[in-house]
């Protein structure tokens, strides 16, 4: 059993970066997928990006492609997304999951807020 803890949201202003970080509070990350997904008011979750975490590949929704990255940290068994060029419609809580496959996640964090003010 994995389970993931997120943390690094914040307020920012549009155009503006924030880097959130999903650690391991239990287990390890080392085979399994990682994925951060957000929900914003109103809307539907959305799955934004994801990491294979011992090949290192990656994907990304449309959404955030060229904009935000995610990336590891084995040593601190540590999954990270950085967000830049931060637009008002990222505004959401942000989670990190953990799983087996890209479309399927069996461990979730409790979430951290993302506000991009205008």
């Known amino acids: 059993q994995v389970q993931p803890v997120e943390s690094g949201g914040g307020v920012v202003q549009a155009g503006g970066s924030l880097r959130l970080s999903c650690a391991a509070s239990?287990?390890?990350?080392?085979?399994?997928?990682i994925g951060w997904f957000r929900r914003a008011p109103g809307k539907e979750r959305e799955h934004v990006a994801a990491?294979?975490?011992?090949?290192?590949?990656?994907w990304y929704a449309d959404s955030v492609k060229g904009r935000f990255t995610i990336s590891k940290d084995n040593a601190k068994n540590t999954v990270y997304l950085q967000m830049n060029t931060l637009k008002p419609e990222d505004t959401a809580v942000y989670y990190c999951?953990?799983?087996?496959?890209?479309?399927?996640?069996?461990?979730w964090g409790q979430g951290t807020q993302v506000t991009v003010s205008s």
């Open positions: 999951a953990v799983g087996s496959y890209l479309t399927q996640y069996d461990y």
């Open positions: 239990e287990g390890t990350f080392s085979t399994y997928v």
């Open positions: 990491l294979y975490y011992s090949g290192g590949s990656t």
